[in-house]
């Protein structure tokens, strides 16, 4: 899905550079894949789904920009590496990292099964440090990247039924600040981006309370009751969009970025400094 074509971005400003994006196919993923490859990067789309990641680089493709598709489970290290090894000797370099792969559904805690855990965590904070280790020695060998993750908000409260993919976030962040000290000598910066609430197919589902929990069920409501959601309940007075979330992907990754490593910008209209611990509307 495209929302426009119009970036305050200068045209070319990627040229010639290329990026990974993890979940790159889907909801606000593909909204970055779509901005950075209209600033001129080869943007590698990746993830489990062939589907997904076809769609978008033929939608890319479409429209003149330059995109090709990768198969990957990014809790499978030998295939991240493998993958990304792959890119780096057909595409000669990676510039740009975006670890936006996730997994998320509610389920409360005392009955979580230890699969469900393990699969949140592993592809919302394993994945992320799988594909950083991954492109280091590409990144440290051309003499510097940009990794940026896609965190969230919710745990900077508490967030019932949400412990799984809550936690795998902090740890997102906690990794995004070792690694920007630990990897600065190699000018490989990291940071990451924790959006507020955006109405993409995936998190619709994902926010899909169990019925007996009384949580509210944001996305599910009536268009009018989200529309007043967003009036009240949103500082800024709208929902997100995956271009609001891509225009700082693409921030960081251009040299206006050059002195930002281990920052976590959050980018969610007011939307968890207004609601305290409150949830829903
Ligand atoms: P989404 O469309 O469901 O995106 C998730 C993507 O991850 C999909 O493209 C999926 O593709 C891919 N993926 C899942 N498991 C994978 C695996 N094991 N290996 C590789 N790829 C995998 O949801 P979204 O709303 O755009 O979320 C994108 C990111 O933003 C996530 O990190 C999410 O936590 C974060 N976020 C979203 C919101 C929001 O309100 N939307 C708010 C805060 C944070 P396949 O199924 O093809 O693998």
């Known amino acids: 899905m495209i929302?426009?074509?119009?970036?305050?971005?200068?045209?070319g400003l990627l040229n010639g550079q290329v990026a990974l994006v993890t979940g790159g196919g889907?909801?606000?993923?593909?909204g970055i894949s779509e901005l950075l490859a209209e600033l001129g990067a080869h943007v590698v789309i990746a993830s489990r789904k062939a589907d997904n990641v076809e769609r978008a680089v033929q939608g890319i493709v479409a429209r003149g920009q330059s995109a090709s598709a990768v198969t990957l489970d990014v809790r499978n290290a030998d295939q991240v590496k493998q993958v990304v090894q792959d890119i780096a000797q057909r595409l000669g370099r990676i510039d740009v990292l975006v670890n936006n792969a996730a997994g998320n559904f509610y389920a409360p805690s005392a009955t979580l099964s230890p699969n469900a855990w393990k699969s949140v965590v592993e592809i919302d904070l394993y994945g992320t440090f799988h594909c950083s280790q991954a492109v280091y020695p590409v990144m440290a060998g051309q003499g510097g990247?940009?990794?940026?993750?896609?965190?969230?908000?919710?745990?900077y409260r508490g967030w019932p039924l949400?412990?799984?993919?809550?936690a795998a976030k902090a740890g997102v962040d906690a990794l995004t600040r070792t690694l920007a000290v630990e990897w600065a000598p190699e000018r490989i910066r990291m940071n990451a981006i924790a959006p507020g609430p955006i109405p993409t197919e995936g998190v619709k589902k994902a926010f899909t309370p169990p019925a007996e929990s009384g949580v509210p069920d944001l996305f599910a409501a009536a268009e009018e009751k989200m529309a007043e959601y967003a009036r009240t309940g949103i500082p800024l007075g709208r929902w997100g969009t995956p271009r609001d979330i891509a225009n700082m992907v693409a921030f960081l990754a251009s040299p206006a970025g050059d002195w930002i490593t281990g920052a976590i910008f959050v980018v969610d209209g007011g939307e968890w400094l207004s609601k305290g611990g409150r949830q829903g509307p």
């Open 145 to 155: 990247g940009r990794i940026i993750s896609t965190s969230m908000t919710l745990h």
């Open 26 to 30: 889907t909801g606000i993923g593909l």
């Open 162 to 166: 949400m412990a799984h993919a809550t």
């Open 3 to 11: 929302e426009s074509l119009a970036s305050v971005f200068r045209p």
